[in-house]
């Protein structure tokens, strides 16, 4: 079955940085697009960054210039680099696939910005 793992998460300071990562199993992870979202409280969850199975990349524009996703596919893994972070950047961050219509999530990680 497809299982989606999220790992990296924590508490940083304003202008810190951390790396989120997803290891991905259960499917051919190589072939399906993989992205990144998060909540925060009281929100609803909002797309960070998508990255395709050739490797392009799109980001939310609260995220562009800050973050960079990337794969490793030897590793069955994605990642999501947080420079620069601010306190709204403080949530839950899920990572997301979807295949034959059908999303898969992990379990969420948190990111907490705060001095």
């Known amino acids: 079955q497809v299982q989606l793992v999220e790992s990296g998460g924590g508490l940083v300071q304003p202008g810190g940085s951390l790396r989120l990562s997803c290891a991905a199993s259960g499917y051919i992870f190589s072939i399906y697009a993989m992205s990144w979202y998060r909540q925060a409280p009281g929100k609803q969850r909002e797309l960070v960054a998508t990255?395709?199975?050739?490797?392009?990349?799109t980001f939310a524009d609260s995220a562009k210039g800050r973050f960079t996703i990337s794969r490793d596919n030897a590793k069955n893994t994605v990642y999501l680099q947080m420079n620069s972070l601010k306190p709204e950047d403080t949530a839950v961050y899920y990572c997301?696939?979807?295949?034959?219509?059908?999303?898969?999530w992990g379990q969420g990680t948190q990111v907490t910005v705060s001095s």
């Open positions: 990255i395709t199975s050739g490797g392009t990349t």
């Open positions: 997301n696939t979807r295949m034959r219509r059908l999303d898969y």
